[in-house]
């Protein structure tokens, strides 16, 4: 259950609540936990006495509100969106009978990119070398 939680892409409405929410709110950093970026959320909890995490937060919520929603995925969804949206729920005839997707290989595919994900969140991958990485696994 925990893991379907982490799989679903980011609503660009929430991740602004949240922010301003940390603009006032003694708890600040929910975003941050939000968007799949627990360290950040850390720091931003270890610094609330300041007023440094609150204001990152509110410049953080206008930056998301002025995002566009394709750039929001991109950078806060990686894929998770993009994939869903690109499956179809019922297979085309025309499609199955061009290509057929190997259950495997799409699998084998998913953990990679959720080993990438992890690589990245604990800062061993910087964000180019994980949108490389990930290019070369969807493309490849």
Do not use: C
Request: cysteine-free; glycine content about 6%; overall charge neutral.
């Amino acid at each position: 259950m925990f893991n379907a939680f982490w799989q679903k892409p980011r609503n660009q409405k929430i991740a602004v609540i949240l922010a301003l929410s940390g603009t006032i709110a003694p708890i600040v950093g929910l975003h941050k936990f939000y968007l799949r970026q627990p360290l950040w959320g850390i720091f931003y909890l270890a610094l609330f006495a300041t007023p440094i995490p609150h204001i990152a937060s509110a410049i953080e919520a206008i930056w998301y509100l002025i995002l566009e929603s394709e750039e929001f995925d991109r950078r806060f969804n990686q894929g998770v969106s993009a994939i869903a949206a690109n499956t179809p729920l019922i297979p085309s005839a025309s499609a199955s009978s061009q290509n057929t997707l190997d259950p495997q290989k799409v699998g084998a595919i998913a953990e990679a990119l959720r080993q990438l994900e992890r690589l990245r969140q604990e800062g061993l991958l910087s964000e180019g070398e994980f949108e490389q990485k990930r290019r070369q696994l969807l493309d490849g």
